[in-house]
């Protein structure tokens, strides 16, 4: 894989491809499209312009979805989102949870970006419905990779 190598995880290989700071380039491409368009974020109480860091870390939402996995985890959140990522990406346990910490921050962003999309296009996609989103891919996850069947559970 792309960011593997024979020791791991290939962190040096990854800070390439994780934005630290700026606009969703999404956002800023539809700003330019149409200037009337506000370039502000469109899924929270907050009127902050849509970035990378609010979007996936700061926002209403996407603060409220980290806390209650990190808490399921009893990981402490770091401010931002390449700390946290990098945070449940090294946690030292055993090798059956390190995969899935490794998979977890992975799926909230894929969730979160999802709901932002959903958002944006018409659609509703609520903070309950992305937490089941993310637990549900999670235990499919696990059923896949362990043969573990966790129905009716939170994980982590």
Known sequence: MF?????GWDFAKMENYIPEYGQVSVAALMHTWNPTASDL?????SLVVESI??????GDIA????RYFS?????SPLPYLKQNIRKWWS??????KKVVYQ??????LWFLWMRRNTILHGGTFS?????WEVNDFIRKFMFLRFKVSCEGQDLI
Do not use: S, Y
């Open 71 to 75: 808490d399921a985890a009893d990981i």
């Open 103 to 108: 998979v977890v921050p992975i799926v909230i």
């Open 63 to 66: 603060q409220c979805v980290w």
């Open 41 to 45: 974020c469109g899924f929270c109480t």
């Open 91 to 96: 946690l030292d346990c055993n090798p059956r």
């Open 53 to 58: 860091e609010h979007l996936f870390k700061r």
């Open 127 to 131: 903070r309950g419905k992305l937490i």
């Open 3 to 7: 960011f593997l190598n024979e020791k």
